[in-house]
Structures are given as structure tokens and as C-alpha cells.
């Protein structure tokens, strides 16, 4: 667990690495940018594995993960969230520390409840939707589809003894 | 924009706004939506649904001894759509007799009119008086529920207004998802009519469950109201329970998860690509796929026997509940009969007035059980204890006096 | 790197397959969260829990009348975790005069030893005959639900599998989720000795609910058996109810939707990385984030809250319900003394037996009601109407004979 110590010790200078990292590979080509933001490759971690699995099954199956995930409103929020929750991300992988169900948090929440608005600002338009305003409105999308990306029967599947 | 196809505030003539009418033009995917209510196909689960004469006294007969020296058990039927309710309140056997307060939950006009004139004064005259300028399309409008100016809900209902506020809510600054409760809410609750001024009042200070309902009557918080009437055979102190849907929800999973009546009753639909809300408040498992399958993964069988089962162990329970409490009353008359004393008798008749109770509390909501099962079981539970404990003081007393 | 789902299959030794130090390296994340078993904190609600000397009898003192005369009134407690099954087994005031079937569902003994030899033989021996060469480490191991060889969950309680076929279900080819509640239901379910042979046997031809077991027993399915013991103050021939966790499961809206047990008693967890399956099979509710939240959107307050309003509900009516019983036995009871007739009170003692029944489907059930509400609330609805049906008839009894 070599990484998990150095971690441990410099935690602030790896994070600092880790995001200037981050954005520079980003910004290395537009491919690699897009690829970063794909099912394939959030998926490629095993913490993500379940997500992208039932992510596959689901009507928006064709879209980024990151159409979802990150904040569109700008180019400049949308690289900084994506650095930031990279880091986050990347942290808890190489530790190993994270829960075995992880739950999406109020945050994330609010940032995937715009983007669902921002696709289908027609459909909510002559209904009580006041997004941004408020997550207490017929706006609070994910009341009702909480399960339209990733299902809701969260059975994972056992574990295998081989 | 002109691809803009959302929903542009209306103007509607003052003259016209208690009445649907004027409504259809500016709103037709609501307005059509709200005249399915018409509708009187029967319910999928075969409780509640929406046909004419479907008699609650028939299909529970013993409601006739349970209600006996009382105008429901001349007639009392199971709800129907809200494009009936003028209708069915005047062609009601219960009505002759009543006073104004009977109107308040049946459209806007006590309000718009009366009420904004001088408050509370229509709850006491006549219903004949009260009732007589209410033209036909004016009972049950757009305007019950939004505000007709600007179309947004409106809870205006005084009585519910201040039982909240006794409760610390202030209805008017709730969240805009708690107004989607408290729409309906403010007439599909458990309420009485004031001794002092004949105002509606609603027994919610101690709790929004049957015991602390109970409770509120016992202990004198409604002020010189003490009955609803006196038992023909027992001649217990009785009270009726009316529709505690919105009680019976407050505390329920769905409440727990901000579900609201809104959301199942009035499912969104949709129509070229846009959503509206669905103004056909009818018994849910009739859209189950827009009102349920949203959050449900289960498949609509699955939701539907499941509402069924709730249904089938909460009916039950309440028959069994409801004739033993039948049986209580013609106990404690057989008593009477026997020569047992007022003085004697006061306990049972206690004891049947809270068995009662009870059982009308389940008897008399609309969900039968699924809105909050284990809630609504409990209360069936007592009863059916209550009501036995009538009997057995009443057997006890007359073996003493034989 | 090591592959996070997936754990490499160990040899363990044929003369250490029962115990469970073998399988210790082998598995470590198992074998340690098993031995976490032996935590005795208190339940999140009060109901259930593992403390030693976790007495019902204390909590509950209407069951001392209840079981009066039977092997209950001397000693019952509240389940602890599975590593506790060989010691509270050895200890419980119940155990003397018992046969060799009683170790069915405390160790896979029984079936790796005695009925791979001669099938259920072991099942009419005396009981410390049959518990004698069993060691400490071989009471509940892992090979009590995994084959030792593959380690693949394994159902070999031939009473349930005989009990499943009867309803046409074949266990051992039902699907790997199906298996995830039979590895449990083979012992978490009600069962009685068959009087011809002393095998475990289940009531669970007519269905899986506190009626349909009501009605096996009573229809002469169960052959010779008749009753578990004749009640000491009422005469009445009893059944005992036990854990019927099963069979409340089976219909609850978690079994529609395909959860089992294991899901909730079972969590997955996580240490460094590696996934595994929790083996502390406990209150879900110490692990809710695991337990719960994988599936559930509200918060862990909010479903600790629903769970305990459902345990509250449910423990009500619980009480009322045993306590209505034992006035049923005392009843009976005065009524003898008064002189009344095995004749006049073979119908009060029917109905003291089947009220006693459906309490106890309950009251011996392990989730206060929240395995399946309404079915729980049911079934004591109908409990408390039978008991005070009793206490009527034999008053009845008693005021015509007087
Ligand atoms: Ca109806
Ligand atoms: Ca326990």
C-alpha cells in the first residue's frame, strides 16, 4: 500500500498535482476530453461499475456521463468541477476507502436535477418547474425519476468464489 | 418565442370566474382533463369508484344500526368525481335541515362571496337560503382550488387555515410541495361544525391520528360541542368521523418521501411533447402507469395486488370492527330493556361512542388502508377491542342486576 | 490488482468442514464479520435485540398465562446472533425431555452426520444422545448454509424441502435470488414434529399465512398431531407458533420486489476496496447505510422512524391481543370452577386456541411487523376478536348455567 501512504503524508500536495494533472490531460485534445467524460471511462473504475452497468440499460444510455454529472451553465465551472470531483474521485479510488454503497450527494443532486431541466426545459414548460429556485417544485425531477439513469433495483449481483 | 407553446395566463371575466366555462378556451388540456371526472366507471379495486346511488348502507349494512337516529343512515354513498359534488349535495336525504357551513367544501363560492362579505355569518342560516343564488356550473370550479387572477393554488378554507396555525403551520408560506397537500386537504379531513358560531373546526390540535382526534373531543378542546348526535338504541353520545384522508397521509411513507395527493391523484400527462397535470382526481390505479410507475420499478400487476391486499386485510377488519360495534349498540339497548340504569350504562356507552370512533375513522377515509396502512390498522385493532369491551361491561352489569 | 468481486475458493479439510476456525484464513472478511455476531448491543427500536436473558416472559408477562403448562412459561427469550445458536440451545430451561429433532436448525450437523447416515432417525432419539458428540466450534458454522466443498449456499432442511415441494417449488433449482431467503427459511419458519416419525414438518400446503396454518392444522393435514399441549387453566389443546419470518416475508412488498433476507441482513460492505458480503446477520438497522440506503432515497432517520412506528403499531395491538387471551384462559378457567362442562366449553376452548394462534404468529414473529404491516396487523385484528369472542361465549356459558 505504498500509494495509500504517500497519500496519507502529502495529501494536499497529491490533490494539488492531481487536478493541475487532471485539467492538463483534459485539455491535451479534444478526444481525450470527451473520452474523460464517457461511460467508458468513468467506468472504468471499480467504484463506478455498478453506475455504468445499469447506466447501459437506461434510456439515456447514448449520452456522457458527464452531461449528467457536471454543471453546463460555462465552459470555466463545468473544467472546475470536473478537475475538483476528479480529484475527489481519484483520491477515494487509489485509498480504497470509500463506502460500499455510495449515495449522490445534495450537491451533485441539484447539478444532475439542471441538467435534466436543461434537456427538457420544453416538456416542463407549462408546468410548475421553478429550477434553481428551489428543489421543492415540480422542478425536483429526481422525485420522480430518481431511476432513470441507473434503475433503482441497486441488486448487484454476487460475489463470485472461484 | 414563437415555438413557445407553454401555458399563457388567461384573463378571466370577474363575472365569470366561480364557473368552469370560461376556462375552456385558455386551458382546454385541464379543463377537458377535469370533466373525465364525469366518469363513473367502477374502481379497480371494487372499493371506492364513482358510480351513482353506490351506497356505502348497502354494502355495509350494519352502518345502518351503527348510524341509527342519524341523517347518514338515510343516505350515505361513496364519494364521486369532483364535477358531481353540487349535484350530489343537494340531491343528499342528509341535507333538509342543515345550515350554511354544509357548503364549504363544495366550491368557492362560500368564499368568493360569502365569506370575503362577512366571514363566518353564511355557516349559520339556512342551506336553503345559503345555497339557493349558486348557479349549477358555479359548485366545484377552477376557481376551488387557484386563485383565479393568477391560477396559482389557493388554500382559503378559514377553518383548516386556523386548525393548521393551532398546529404552528402557516399554510399560505408552505412550500410549494406542501401546498399540493394542502389543496386538498383543507376539505378531505375530519372536521365539526363549532357549537359557538357553527364555523367549520378540525380536531387536529393534539395529533392527526384517531386517538388524538379522541382525545381533542374528550377533553373539552371543542369548546360546548360534545356529540353529533344521540344513539336511537343505545342512546350513547355518538360522534361521526368524516373523511380523514388527509390525516391518514400526513404520516405516511409517501408523506415521509413528499409524495402528495397531487402527485398521485393528478399525475402528469402528456400532450405533443409537453407535460400538464392531470385534473382527473379519480382513484389512481385508473393511470397507475403515470401516477405510479414513475418512482415504481414493480410493474403495474404488482402495484395493483399489492393495493388490493392492503385493501382486502384493511376491509376486513372493518367489518368485523363495524358489527361488533353493531352488536355493542343492541347490548347496551337490550340492557335499557332489562331495566339497567343511565348511571350503569355510562361506561359502555363510552366505550361504544370511542369504538365508534374508531372504526368510522377507517370507515369514512378513502383509501381503504393503502394511504398509511399500519396507521390505519392499528385504529381498526382498537376498535374491534373497544367494541368487545362494551359488550363484555354490558353482560357484566346485567348478570349483576338479573 | 485483486479482483473486487470475487474471492478464490479454499480447500477446506473434511474433519474441519463442520466447524468454523478452518474456514478463519481462508476468508477473513467473512469469518471475522461473522464472529461479530457476538456483539449483544441493544435493538435501534427497542424490539428484538441480543442481550442475554433478553427475557419475552419479562416483557411480555401475559405470556406466562399463555403458555401456561408448556415448556414456554419456563424460559423464553429473545433471538441473539447465530453464534450464540449451540449455547442458548444447551442453556434454555426448555431443553430437557426434547428429542434429536430439535438440532435441525441449530447446525448443519444434523445433516452432514445424522441424515446423510440414516435420514431423520435422529429426529425421535433422545435429545442428549444426539447432541453429545457435537462440538463447541460445530454449532452453526459455515457449513450451515455453504456447501464446504464449493462453498455454493446450500438448502438440505429436508422438512422445508419436502414443505416447498408441496407447493410445487423445487428449491434446490430456484434461481441464485430465490436461494438468497430459502438458505434462511429452511429454519426461520413455523414448524411442528410430525407425531408418526418426529420429523420437521411445515403447515404451508394452504398458504402462507396465519390462516391458511390455522386451517392445516385443524383439517387433519398434519395427521396424528393434534396440539402442542392442553392449556393448564383452560384444558384447551394448544399449537405453539414459532418465528414464522418466512412466511411473513414471502407476501411482503420487499419479497414483490425481489428483496431477500440477505439483502437486508446481509449487506454488502467494503474494506480496502474489496467487497464482501456482511456475515453479521443482526437488527438491519445497526447497518442502515448498507441495509437501506442502498435501495432508499429518504434519509436514515426518516426509515429508522418509519421502522419504529411500524414496531410501535404493531407492538400495540400485540399486547392487547395476548393480554385479551389470557383473560380468555382465566375465563374458561372460572368457568370450570363454576361447573361448567367440557361439552358447553369445547367452542370457547376452539376459539381460545385459534385467538392464541394468531397472536402468536405474531408475537413469535422476529420483525415487530415490519417483514409485512398490514398482514402482521391482520392477523392480530383478528386475534383480538377471537379472544373476547371466547370471553363472551363462555359468560354466556356461565350467565345461562348460574
Ligand atoms: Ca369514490
Ligand atoms: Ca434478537
Redesign the interface.
Known amino acids: 500500500m505504498e500509494f495509500k501512504e504517500l497519500f496519507q503524508k502529502h495529501t494536499l500536495a497529491c490533490l494539488a498535482g492531481g487536478f493541475v494533472i487532471g485539467v492538463a490531460v483534459c485539455g491535451i485534445g479534444s478526444a481525450a476530453m470527451a473520452f474523460s467524460g464517457s461511460p467508458a471511462f468513468c467506468g472504468s473504475c471499480h467504484a463506478m461499475k455498478g453506475e455504468a452497468a445499469t447506466f447501459a440499460m437506461s434510456s439515456h444510455r447514448a449520452l456522457e456521463c458527464t452531461d449528467c454529472h457536471l454543471p453546463h451553465d460555462n465552459a470555466v465551472h463545468y473544467m472546475f468541477e470536473k478537475g475538483r470531483t476528479g480529484m475527489i474521485d481519484t483520491y477515494h479510488e487509489v485509498l480504497r476507502d470509500y463506502p460500499a454503497n455510495i449515495k449522490i450527494s445534495s450537491e451533485g443532486r441539484q447539478t444532475v436535477n439542471d441538467n435534466c431541466l436543461r434537456c427538457h426545459q420544453?416538456?416542463?414548460?407549462?408546468?410548475?418547474a421553478?429550477v434553481g429556485v428551489?428543489m421543492?417544485?415540480?422542478g425536483?425531477c429526481l422525485?420522480?425519476?430518481?431511476?432513470i439513469a441507473h434503475?433503482?433495483?441497486h441488486l448487484e449481483g454476487g460475489i463470485k468464489v472461484e | 418565442a414563437p415555438n413557445?407553446?407553454?401555458?399563457k395566463l388567461a384573463k378571466i371575466p370577474q363575472d365569470k370566474q366561480l364557473g368552469k366555462e370560461a376556462y375552456k378556451e385558455a386551458y382546454p388540456l385541464e379543463y377537458n382533463s377535469f370533466m373525465k371526472n364525469n366518469d363513473t366507471s367502477p374502481s379497480p379495486t371494487g372499493y371506492g369508484g364513482a358510480q351513482a346511488e353506490n351506497s356505502h348502507l348497502t354494502e355495509q349494512p350494519e352502518m345502518v344500526e351503527n348510524f341509527k337516529g342519524y341523517k347518514f343512515a338515510l343516505q350515505y354513498d361513496d364519494d364521486r368525481g369532483h364535477t358531481y359534488a353540487g349535484e350530489d349535495f343537494k340531491n343528499t336525504k342528509r341535507l333538509p335541515g342543515q345550515k350554511g357551513n354544509c357548503i364549504t367544501c363544495k366550491s368557492s363560492y362560500m368564499y368568493d362571496v360569502y365569506y370575503k362579505q362577512s366571514g363566518w355569518d353564511y355557516a349559520s342560516k339556512p342551506i336553503d337560503e345559503v345555497m339557493a343564488p349558486i348557479e349549477d356550473d358555479q359548485w366545484f370550479g377552477c376557481s376551488t382550488c387557484h386563485d383565479p387572477e393568477t391560477m396559482e393554488l389557493r388554500v382559503y378554507q378559514q377553518g383548516f387555515i386556523d386548525s393548521m396555525a393551532r398546529r404552528g403551520i402557516d399554510v399560505n408560506n408552505a412550500?410549494?410541495?406542501d401546498k399540493r397537500a394542502y389543496v386538498c386537504a383543507q376539505c378531505h379531513n375530519e372536521y365539526y361544525f363549532t357549537k359557538e358560531d357553527g364555523r367549520v373546526n378540525h380536531p387536529f390540535d393534539n395529533g392527526l391520528d384517531a386517538e388524538s382526534e379522541y382525545e381533542f373531543y374528550q377533553s373539552g378542546q371543542a369548546g360546548a360541542f360534545k356529540q353529533d348526535w344521540i344513539h336511537a338504541d343505545s342512546k350513547a353520545p355518538m360522534l361521526k368521523a368524516q373523511h380523514p384522508d388527509f390525516e391518514t397521509w400526513a404520516?405516511s411513507?409517501h408523506a415521509?418521501?413528499?409524495?402528495t395527493c397531487v402527485?398521485c391523484h393528478m399525475p402528469?400527462m402528456?400532450e405533443n411533447?409537453?407535460?400538464?397535470?392531470s385534473h382527473w382526481m379519480t382513484n389512481p390505479l385508473k393511470t397507475t402507469e403515470e401516477s405510479c410507475l414513475?418512482?415504481?420499478?414493480?410493474s403495474a400487476e404488482?402495484l395493483k395486488?399489492?393495493v388490493q391486499?392492503?385493501g382486502d386485510?384493511?376491509f376486513?377488519?372493518q367489518r368485523?370492527?363495524g358489527k361488533?360495534v353493531a352488536q355493542a349498540h343492541k347490548t347496551i339497548k337490550a340492557a335499557m330493556d332489562a331495566g339497567a340504569t343511565d348511571e350503569q350504562l355510562e361506561e359502555p356507552r363510552q366505550l361504544v361512542r370511542e369504538a365508534q370512533w374508531y372504526w368510522d375513522w377507517v370507515a369514512a377515509e378513502n383509501g381503504m388502508?393503502f394511504h398509511n396502512?399500519?396507521?390505519i390498522?392499528?385504529t381498526?385493532?382498537?376498535s374491534?377491542?373497544k367494541a368487545?369491551?362494551c359488550?363484555?361491561k354490558t353482560?357484566?352489569i346485567?348478570?349483576g342486576s338479573?
Open positions: 420544453t416538456t416542463m414548460g407549462s408546468v410548475h421553478d428551489s421543492d417544485t415540480g425536483d422525485k420522480c425519476h430518481s431511476s434503475g433503482s433495483n | 413557445d407553446t407553454s401555458v412550500s410549494h410541495n404520516t411513507v415521509d418521501a413528499g409524495v402527485d402528469y402528456r411533447g409537453q407535460k400538464y397535470t414513475k418512482c415504481h420499478d414493480e404488482t395486488a399489492r391486499t392492503i386485510n384493511t376486513k377488519l368485523i370492527a361488533t388502508g396502512p399500519d396507521k390498522m392499528r381498526l385493532g382498537l374491534i377491542d368487545h369491551q359488550i363484555e353482560n357484566a346485567m348478570k338479573l
